[in-house]
T-cell receptor, first 115, second 110 residues
Framework: DGGITQSPKYLFRKEGQNVTLSCEQN?????MYWYRQDPGQGLRLIYY???????QKGDIAEGYSVSREKKESFPLTVTSAQKNPTAFYLC??????????????FGDGTRLSIL | QKEVEQNSGPLSVPEGAIASLNCTYSDRVSQSFFWYRQYSGKSPELIMS????GDKEDGRFTAQLNKASQYVSLLIRDSQPSDSATYLCAVRNAGNMLTFGGGTRLMVKP
């Protein structure tokens, strides 16, 4: 079955530690996205990538980094510079192109907490 | 700042009633609109998309779009307790990004 796999499901970060969240998709989608969701809130865009080896900052990129070395993979690193990392992190993907008929599909999410 | 606004709720309806969820957006050039359902602790799931003014029906769900008023809504007929979730409105802008509203929490009471 095609889909988006995020791992781990739960992650705990110690003070001063960098942690990496994995996102893999086998939908052959060019575009991939990372969102952060805080309790009772909507989704805020952290980073997105429309093509391999290219990515752009979203609305809340500070304290985060990404890479896009393969079409299938878009890992997110939460660095020690992100002082409030506790949130639900969602990875999404979509077909790239000019057509407007392109919903984003989501993985199951990673819940990150501070130890 | 492009914004998408939703009433956070909770919106409480009895089982079998029609639930009406509303969303307004600020970017006049927005072209496509999506409704996602998110159960507590889960990821969003796409349930409806709409691109043209008017109504679009899919089973118990109807999406309504009025671009002149910058308003999109989702109607759920014959609401079931299993429809209890948070409903997120998302708007695609000219830059091909989605902007999400804060979501409306729907509670369907048996």
């Amino acid at each position: 079955d095609g889909g988006i796999t995020q791992s781990p499901k739960y992650l705990f970060r110690k003070e001063g530690q960098n942690v990496t969240l994995s996102c893999e998709q086998n939908l052959n989608h060019d575009a991939m996205y990372w969102y952060r969701q805080d309790p009772g809130q909507g989704l805020r865009l952290i980073y997105y990538s429309q093509i391999v080896n290219d990515f752009q900052k979203g609305d809340i990129a500070e304290g985060y980094s990404v890479s896009r070395e393969k079409k299938e993979s878009f890992p997110l690193t939460v660095t020690s510079a992100q002082k409030n990392p506790t949130a639900f992190y969602l990875c999404a993907s979509s077909i790239r192109g000019q057509t407007i008929y392109q919903p984003q599909h989501f993985g199951d999410g990673t819940r990150l907490s501070i130890l | 700042q492009k914004e998408v606004e939703q009433n956070s709720g909770p919106l409480s309806v009895p089982e079998g009633a029609i639930a009406s969820l509303n969303c307004t957006y600020s970017d006049r050039v927005s072209q496509s609109f999506f409704w996602y359902r998110q159960y507590s602790g889960k990821s969003p799931e796409l349930i409806m998309s709409i691109y043209s003014n008017g109504d679009k029906e899919d089973g118990r769900f109807t999406a309504q779009l009025n671009k002149a008023s910058q308003y999109v809504s989702l109607l759920i007929r014959d609401s079931q307790p299993s429809d209890s979730a948070t409903y997120l409105c998302a708007v695609r802008n000219a830059g091909n990004m989605l902007t999400f509203g804060g979501g409306t929490r729907l509670m369907v009471k048996p």
